[in-house]
C-alpha cells in the first residue's frame, strides 16, 4: 500500500513562517516529480510547487520569493518551506507525488490526505 503523508501544517500569524513536510511510504520503485497543492474554500486546488528527481523547481507566482520547495531522495520526502505567509496562503496542502511502482508499469500520480494551514491573526 503507497501512501502519501503530510504533516507540519498548522495557524500562523501572518508574516510568519511554517514548513510542511510529506512522507512517501510502501512498495515504491522511484518517484518522479512531487510537488505540493493548495486548495482555498471555495477555490480549485491549484499548484503551489513542484520539484522533479533532479531537483528543477517551478512556483506559483503568487508564491515566488517567499517559498521553498525540496526534497530528500534517500527518504522519499519533500518538504515547502513557507515564509513571509499571508492570509491568501490559506488552504489545505495536498503533497504530490509521480510514482513508480515497478519497472515497466505506468507512472501513477499520488496524493496525501492534506493538511490544514492557516494564517490568521
Known amino acids: 500500500q503507497v501512501q502519501l503523508v503530510e504533516s507540519g501544517g498548522g495557524l500562523v500569524q501572518p508574516g510568519g513562517s511554517l514548513r510542511v513536510s510529506c512522507a512517501a511510504s510502501?512498495?515504491?520503485?522511484?518517484?518522479?516529480?512531487m510537488g505540493w497543492y493548495r486548495q482555498a474554500p471555495g477555490k480549485q486546488r491549484e499548484l503551489v510547487a513542484s520539484?522533479?528527481?533532479?531537483?528543477?523547481?517551478n512556483y506559483a507566482d503568487s508564491v515566488k520569493g517567499r517559498f521553498t520547495i525540496s526534497r530528500d531522495n534517500a527518504k522519499n520526502m519533500v518538504y515547502l518551506e513557507m515564509n513571509s505567509l499571508k492570509p491568501e496562503d490559506t488552504g489545505v496542502y495536498y503533497c504530490?507525488?509521480?510514482?513508480?511502482?515497478?519497472?515497466?508499469?505506468?507512472?501513477?500520480?499520488?496524493w496525501g490526505q492534506g493538511t490544514q494551514v492557516t494564517v490568521s491573526s
Open positions: 504530490h507525488a509521480s510514482l513508480l511502482l515497478r519497472v515497466g508499469s505506468p507512472v501513477i500520480p499520488s
Open positions: 520539484i522533479t528527481n533532479g531537483g528543477s523547481t
Open positions: 510502501g512498495n515504491i520503485f522511484s518517484i518522479y516529480a
